[in-house]
Nanobody, 123 residues
Framework: VQLQAFGGGLVQAGGSLRISCAVSGRTFSDYVLAWFRQAPGKEREFVGA????????SYADSVKGRFTISRDNAKKTLFLMMARLKPEDTALYYC?????????????????WGQGTLVTVSS
């Protein structure tokens, strides 16, 4: 399984950005998918995760109400729509896949990772 995140960039505080993750390999709908992020000098943290069908999602408190995770099983793509961005959202954003039925927040549960896409929010 290979994951490739893309779509990061520079955006002003208060703006919006959508990042994507293309997944290849095994059947896309076999995976729970998630986004994590890592800011400079900080540990990787959970952002959001979505179930195999897309019917269930989970978010970190810091992004709840601002970020929306979604997936297109036909196009084998994971999305993260980010709105009302803040400078503290600046980080390298990683997509991850887990062969499970449970939506996990623990990065140790995820078996496959993309290379990350950089999101920079200017104040």
């Amino acid at each position: 399984v290979q994951l490739q995140a893309f779509g990061g960039g520079l955006v002003q505080a208060g703006g919006s950005l959508r990042i994507s993750c293309a997944v290849s390999g095994r059947t896309f709908s076999d995976y729970v998918l998630a986004w994590f992020r890592q800011a400079p000098g900080k540990e990787r943290e959970f952002v959001g995760a979505i179930s195999r069908s897309g019917s269930t999602s989970s978010y970190a408190d810091s992004v709840k109400g601002r970020f929306t995770i979604s997936r297109d099983n036909a196009k084998k793509t994971l999305f993260l729509m980010m709105a009302r961005l803040k400078p503290e959202d600046t980080a390298l954003y990683y997509c991850a896949a887990d062969v499970d039925i449970v939506v996990n927040r623990d990065s140790r549960k995820y078996d496959y990772w993309g290379q990350g896409t950089l999101v920079t929010v200017s104040s």
